[in-house]
C-alpha cells in the first residue's frame, strides 16, 4: 500500500514540477519521502475510501457485467444490497471483513482464464487487487459518491504565503473568498496567477459576462478614468435589463424554448410570453427555488396568477407531433419522458434517461424509480393535440373583468369552488375530453377531431359529467339539419342528450343540454342527416367539456353571467400552452415500460423520488409541487451544485464539474470540490439563492479579474485553464457576436419583449413539408433587435446563429461545444447583416478626416482598446488598396453600399476595415 | 482530508476514470498529434519565429478540426453517397417482386396481418393490392429489377441488395432520424456526422459532409437529420443548394473584388498573428486558419458546384439539367465532390410517399414517375465512379426511412381515388455498391406477399454496422462520451451484414 501511494504521489510530483534540474528533483523526492512518512505516522489508519478509491476500479472493470444493465452469475455492484446479497451460487460474493474467503477476491487472483474475472479480460493490476483486498478486509464499507451527499461546511483555505515561491502576485490576487480556493490549488501545482486584467480589458469581458454586450461609453469612461469602482460597475450592470436578455438565452437553450412545434411540419406556436417571463425573472433576480417551483408547478399553487401559469410553460416547449397518422399517446408520452429526462437534466445534472429502460449503469438509479418519477409528470392535461392545449387565453382588460365578475357572482351564488371551475375554464378551456380519446367509430373518422358522416356513430368511455345538466361542445360544421343524439352505452341505451348541428361560420363552442347522471359514462354518439351525401362529413367535433351546474337565477344578473360565459368560451385571444393538472377522477395510472417499450407496460407505481438522493417530506403534496420542494430543498445535494457550476461554466467557459449535464460517478471529478460546495452552501444559505448574488460572487474574485494572457509553460501545464492561472478567454456566443455588432454599429434597438422577429435571413431557407409558413422580414426597429428576439424554427433555425453553435433548441441544451470552422467566418465577413453594421461602423469612423484618426476611432470603438502602431499600419494598408481599388472600379461602390445614395471610394475603404476589425479574433473574442 | 491526501485521490481517480471512458478519438489525435506538429509548426515559423510560443503542445486537430484521420482498422472505402429517397417508395414496385400478391390483387386482407399492427392511415380491413409494375430478372446475378427502372436494370450486378430491412418506426420523421441518427428521437449525431468526426476530411477547401435535396422540399425530420446532435456542431452537415450560394455566404458582398477579399483576410490574420504574440491562446491560432479555410473555400466549392464544365457526354449521361434543382444534378455533383475528398455526401430526395390520395403519390403514375427521375442518374453515378475508378473506394447506400403495405390503403376506411400503400417498417429494400460491397449478392427474403421478413431480417444499426466496418470503425468502440456514458451510432445493437461484403 505505502509502495503503490508512494509511486503515484511521485509521478504527481513530477508532472507538477515540469523540467526541474534533476538534483532539484531528487531532493523533492527526498522531502516528498519524507512528508509522506509524516503523514503515515499521522493518519490514525489508511482506510479505504469507496469512492474515491473503490467506484472507480468497479466501474471501469466489473460494472458493465455486474451492473444495472446486466447481472452475471446474479451479481451487481450497483447498489450496496446487491452487491452484498447471495449470488447465482449461493452464497455472497463478498464476505465483509475476509477477503480471503470473498469470491469477489478470490476470482480476480483465479489463474484459469475461464474462472478469472475480469471475463476473457487482462489480470486487474497488483495494486488494484490490493486496494479491493483491503476495502474488502476493512469491511467492505459501501460509501455515497461526493455528488448524492450534501457539500458540508467548507473551512476557506488560508492564504499561506509561506507555501509560495514569491508571494507578491498573490497578495493583490486575493479579492474576494473564492481566490483562497483557487490560489491553494495554484500553489500545490507550482502556479502563480498572473496580473490583474487592464481595466478595458476586465470591463469589455465583464459587460459582455453580465449583460451580452460591450458596456456603453460612459460607464466604460467612468470606470477606465477611475470615476467609479469596479464594484460600482458591477453592480450598474447587474441592474441593466440587458442581463435578464443574456442570462434568459442561456436558461431557454435549458428550457428547449422555440418558437414552432418540431417534428415534421414544425408549424409555429406562441411560446413567447414563456420566454419574456424568463427575462423578467432574472432582471427581478426571482430567488432560484421560487424560479424551479414556478416552472415546474405554478399551475399547481395556491390561487395561481397568470405568471404562475405562464412559467409552466417551461414543459410545455416539449415537442408536438403534428404528423398525419401519429399517434397522439405515443407523443403525449414521449412528452413526459422528455420532461423527466429534462428535468433532471437541468436541476440534477443527471441522466436519468438512461434508466428508462434498465437500472442506471453507473449511477444508483433504479428502473423502477424511472416510472416513479415520470409518475409526477403523468397527470398533465396535455394529450399532443394539433391546438397544443391547454391554452392560457390572454383576454384584455374589459374580458379579464367579465371574468372576475363571473367568478364572484357564482361564488356568491354558488360556492368558492363551482367559481374556481368555471373561473378555470375559462381561463384555460380544462377539464375537457378530447374527441382523439374515440378509438372505435362506423362512418366516421378520428384525424384530430372526429368527424361522423350519415349514419356514423362512435364511442367515448370513461367520461364523467359530475352529473352536469349541460355539456359544452367545440364544433364546426358545413351544413345544416344534422340530428346529433348521445346515448348512454350504446345505440340501444337511454337517451343522454339530443339536439341539431347546423352550418356553422367557424369552429364554435355550444352548450347544450345533457341529462344528470353522476357517475362515470360510456357515451355513444351518432350523428343524422338524410339531405346529404353518405361520404360528406355532417361535422368535426373536437371537444366535449361539463361544468357543475350553476343555480339558475329568474334575474337578469344571471342571464348575463350565462351569456357571457359563452361569449367568452367563444373569444379568440393570443395564447400560451400551460400545464395544467388532471382533476383526480381522471388520474392517470403510471406503469412501468418493458425495456422502455410505452406499449408493454406493466406493473403500476406511485410517485416517488430516488432512493439514493434525499428523503421525501411527507408535508409535500405527492404532486409537481411536491417534487420540485424536494428540488430546492436544501437537502437535495444536487440541485445548487448543478446551478452554481452551470454559471461558472458561463463565466470561465468550463465548469467546476467540467462535464456541466452530468455529476455523477462518471463525470469529471471537480477541479475545485471545496470551491463548488462553499459556493453551493453559500447560495442556498447566504444569498438566498440569489443568482445575481452568485454572479457578483464569481465576478468580483481576483480569480476572474486575472489577465488572459497564456504562456507556453501555462498552455502546457494547464490547456484547458481548468487551475484558474489566467482569466477566461472565450469566442462570444452566437447570440453575443450578432447583439455585439449591432451594438457597435449603433444599429442596435433596445426593444424588450413581444411576438419573436425575422431579421433578414437569405431567401429559401424555409422548405418544410406540409407547412406553408414563411420568413416575413420584419420592418424598421425589429430588424435589428437583440438575438434574443429572433424567430427560431425548430428544424430551420436562424442559419447565422446555427453556423455559431447555438442550437435548434428540439430538446434541452446544457451545454454548447464551441467550434471553429470556416463557415464562421464566411457569416461574418459575407452576411449582408454583418455588412450592414461594418458600413455604421465605417460612417462613425469616417467622422474625422485623416484616415488614421478614423482607424483608430474604429477600432476603439469596436475592441475598446487603443490600437497598436503595427495593427494600425497593417489597417492603413487595407484601407489605401480598398481606395485604389474602388477608385479603379468606382460602379463597385454603389454595388457594395446599396444602403445609401451619398457614397465615395473613402467610406466604402473605410467600410472593408471596419468589416475587417469586426471580424479580428480580438472583436469575437471575449478575453 | 489533507491536500496531499487529496490530491493523491484525485490523481488516481481522474486516471482510473480517463480510462474507464473510451477515449478512442482523443488518443487517436494525441497519437497523430506528434507527427502532424512538425509541418505545422514549419507553415507558421514565420510569424511564431524561435521564441518559446513554439513550444506549445498542439494536436493538429487543436487547429483544425476538420484535419484528416485514419481510421482505426483498414477500411474498404473512403467517402461513402448516400442516397436518400424521402417518403418512403414501395420496395414492391421497385426491387421485391411477389407474385402471388399480384394473384391476391384485391383480396381482403386476412385478419392475421393486421392484428396486434399499428399503421399511419389504414382503418379497417384493407384490400391487398398487387404489384403495379413489370418485373424481369437482369444481369448475371439475376436479380428481380421492375420496369419503372430500365437504366438501373443494366447495373444491377454492382450492388449488393438488403430485401429484408426491418424499422420499428412507421412516420416518416421518426423513421428518418432513426435511420440517420440510430434514434428516433432528437439530440443524436447523424451518421455522417460520426464520420466526419472520426476520419476529418480529405479536402480542406471544401466542406467534410455535404447535404444536397432535391424533390423541392428538404426531409420531414428537418436539418436533424444531419445534425451533429452532441458532437461538436462542426461536424454537421453542410447543405449546399442549387439555387442561391450554394454554401450561404459563401459569395464576396458585391463590389468587393477577390482580390480586395484576399488583402482583407491578409489583414485579419496578421494582426490576428500579433495577437497570437500577444496572448499565445491556441485559439487564435484555429481562427487563423478558420480564415484561410473560408477564403479557399470561397473559390473550391462555387467551383465544384458548378456542373457546367462538365463535358456533354457526362452531362448527357446522368441527364443533368444546369441551373435547377434535381437528383440528376446532385448525383452528378455528389461524383464531383467524392472524387475531391469530400467524405460523406448526403442526398436526400423528396416526393416518394405514395399514399394514393393524388396523382403524384399514386403507385402506379406518380412513383413511376419519381423512378424515371432516379434511374438515369443512380446508373449514371455508379457508371461513372466506376470508369473513374472511384467506385472502389466509395460506398454508395440507396433507401428510404422504411417501405410501403402490400395492402392498398383505405384512408378513413374509404377507398380512395388513386392506387397507393401505406407506410410499413417490419421487410423493405436498400442496396449498397462499392468497395467491399458483393457484387451481385441479394441478401433477406420477405414472405409471399411481401410484408413480413422470412430470412435475412436486418435492422437499422445492422446497416449502420455495416457502414462503420467498411470506413474502417468497429461501431462498437467508435463512441463519444456525452452525459456521463459513451454513446455510440449503433446504441446497444448492430451487426455487422457479412453477407453482402465481399
Redesign the interface.
Known sequence: MFEF?NI??T??LKKNSVKKKVSYGILLISIFLL??FV?KMLQPSDTV?FS??IK??L??NCITCHGGVKKSGGFSLLFEEEAFANTESGVPAIIPGNAAKSPFIQRLKEDDPELRMPYKKSKLSKEEIELLTKWVDQGAKWGKHWAYTLPEKVEIPEATQSAGISSGDSEGFIQNDIDHFIL?TLK?NDLEPSLPAEPNVIARRLAMDITGLPPNDSLFSDFTAGKITYENMVDELLSQDAYGEKWASWWLDQARYADTK???S?MGRTMWQYRDWVIKAFNKDMPYDQFTIEQLAGDLLPNPSADHLIATAFHRNT?N?G?????DEEFRV?AVVDRVNTTF?VWQST?I??VQCHSH???PFKNREYYNLMAFFNNSRDEDTSEDEPNLKFYNEEQQKEVTKIYEWIAKNESQEVAEKYKNFLTYTEPIYHSHLIKKFENG?V?GRLSLRDNGFCFLNNVYTQGAGYMYLKYSSGIDGTTMTIKKDDADGEILSQFVINKTSSTIVRKIPFKKINEKLNLYIEADNNNISP?SALGYFTWFAFLPDIPEHPSAEYMGIKDSILQLLNTNTPSLPIMVENPDYRNRTTQVFERGNWLMKTDTVEPATPKSLNAWNDAWPKNRLGLSKWMVSKENPLTARTLVNRVWQQIYGRGIVA?L??M?S????PSH?ELLDWLALRFMNEHNWSIKALVKDIVMSGTYRQS??????L??LD?ENRLYARGP?I?LGAEQIRDQALAVSGLLSTKMYGPSVMPPQ???IW???YNGGNWVESQGEDKYRKAIYTYLK????Y??F??F?AG?R??STVRR?V?????????T????VY?ETAYHLAKFMGKSNNVDTSIREGYRKAVLEDI?E??LA??K??YN??VA??ED?P????????FETDTNANL?ALT?VA??IM????F??K? | M?????????????E??A???RHFIKDCVTGMGGLALGSFFMSCNSFLGNN??????LTERDIN??ASMAPPFPAKVKSVIYLHMAGAPSQLEMFDYKPTLHKLNNQPCPQSLLEGK????I?GVPKLLGPQAEFKQHGESGNWVSNFLPHFSKVVDEVAFLKAVNTDQ????PAQLLMHTGSP???RPSIGSWVTYGLGSENQNL?GFVVL?SG?????????VW?SG?????YQG?QC?S???P???????????R???K???D??N???K??FN???????L??IN??E??YR??TAVPEVMNINNEPEHIKEMYGVEPGKESFANNCLLARKLVEDGVRFVQLFD?GWDSHGDSHANAVDLGLRNKCTQIDRPISALLLDLKQRGLLEETLVVWGSEFGRTPMQENR???EMAFKGRD?HGDAFTMWMAGGGIKKGASWGLTDEIGFSALEGQVSVHDVHATMMHLMGFDHEQFTF?????PFRLTDVEGHVIQEILA
Open positions: 501511494r503515484v504521489t509521478e504527481t512528508v509522506i503523514w475510501d474515491a478509491d472507480p476500479i466501474n471501469k491553494r500545490n418540431g417534428y415534421e414544425d415537442m407531433n404528423e398525419g397518422g401519429t399517434d414521449a437534466e441522466t434517461g438512461c449503469t453507473y449511477d373518422n384525424e361520404k462535464s449535464e452530468d455523477g462518471q463525470s469529471d471529478p470540490p488572459s494572457k497564456n504562456n507556453a509553460k498552455y502546457n490547456p478567454r469566442r437569405p431567401d429559401g422548405q418544410t413539408v425548430r428544424t430551420s433555425p442559419p447565422s446555427l453556423t453553435d435548434s428540439e430538446v461545444t467550434t471553429n470552422t470556416p463557415l464562421q467566418a464566411l457569416v465577413l459575407n452576411d449582408p455588412l497598436s503595427r495593427k497593417v489597417l494598408e487595407l488598396t480598398s481599388d474602388f472600379k460602379k463597385n461602390i454603389k454595388e457594395f453600399i446599396p466604402a472593408v468589416n475587417a471580424n479580428l479574433d480580438e469575437l473574442t478575453s | 489533507n491536500s496531499l491526501d487529496r490530491l493523491i485521490k484525485e490523481k488516481i481517480q481522474r482510473l476514470q480510462k474507464t471512458r518559446e510560443k513554439a513550444k506549445i503542445a478540426p476538420l399499428k399503421f399511419a392511415f382503418r412507421f412516420n416518416h420523421g428521437r432528437l439530440g466542406p435535396t423541392g422540399k428538404t426531409p420531414d425530420a428537418g436539418k436533424s445534425g452532441f458532437l461538436p456542431s462542426v453542410v443548394r439555387k442561391g450560394d454554401v450561404l455566404y459563401i459569395e464576396d458582398p458585391k463590389g468587393i473584388t482580390n480586395l477579399k488583402s482583407t483576410i489583414a485579419i496578421t494582426i490576428n500579433e495577437e500577444e496572448y499565445s491562446d491556441p485559439e487564435i484555429a481562427r478558420q480564415y479555410m473560408a473555400m470561397q423528396w378513413e376506411g374509404q407506410h462520451d456525452f452525459q456521463g456514458r
